[in-house]
């Protein structure tokens, strides 16, 4: 299992809120946003930031979690059998695997997996989301039925 | 103030059985770690992911968290001066500054904030971190004269 981290989730309470904080705030520019639904800002070299309702986190997740203290650490790969390698492999190594996998409702193959601290990692296909030799994400839309 | 994340902290309830998971687990090698204290591994170009102790992290935030959700994003700036701005930024963006600026225990200049939701950033100095062009992390000892 490859030593990465692609995208980090924050389940947030009210995405108009916490949208204004860190783009016009921070002054952050989104490189993929969905209105009302889902912000992303790359922040790092093929890494992303997103923003996602919190209550939407926790039912993708098929985990209630407590509002401000929900979120996910994305673990991206290319294809279907790399997804079911590794969480044989998390599996193997005591990891709780909470859901799949399953096609999520993004059109991706994924699990979502916890770590002994119940962490939540979302290992995924995302047709959607590519990294240029340059690390620019692109991340959105994609045809489904390829995922 | 830049896009930028370097650095994800997990605060974690037992250290050695988070990092039986990881390292022995999934295989993954730490690129920095002090015995029983902490444990990094590089995950991304220029990117580490960090387990901490959830009460040592509590502490340093001067916020107590519950368990298993205790976790911070680090924005690593090169220089006090740069460390005051963003935290003027983030005040002026209306986001709650819980510590700091401040010389921390590990000898960097940095304060915490809180987003909308309460998700923790570290806003630091950390003369112990740097990235080379090929995006490997090194994190370690420094001077903390220098910091």
Known sequence: MEQQLNL????VGDLAQSRRFYTDGLGWSPEFEVEGEVTFYQVGHGLLLGLFGADDLATDATRPL???NTFSLAYIVQDRPKV???VARVRAAGGDVLKGPVVGAFGGYHAYIADPDGYLWEI???PGFSVDDDGNTHIGSFDA???
Do not use: F
């Not at 980090?8 to 389940?11: A, E, K, P, S």
């Open 8 to 11: 980090v989730t924050l389940g």
């Open 84 to 86: 079911d390698e590794a």
């Open 124 to 126: 995924a296909t995302n």
């Open 145 to 147: 039925e390829e995922a």
């Open 66 to 68: 407590t509002k401000g």
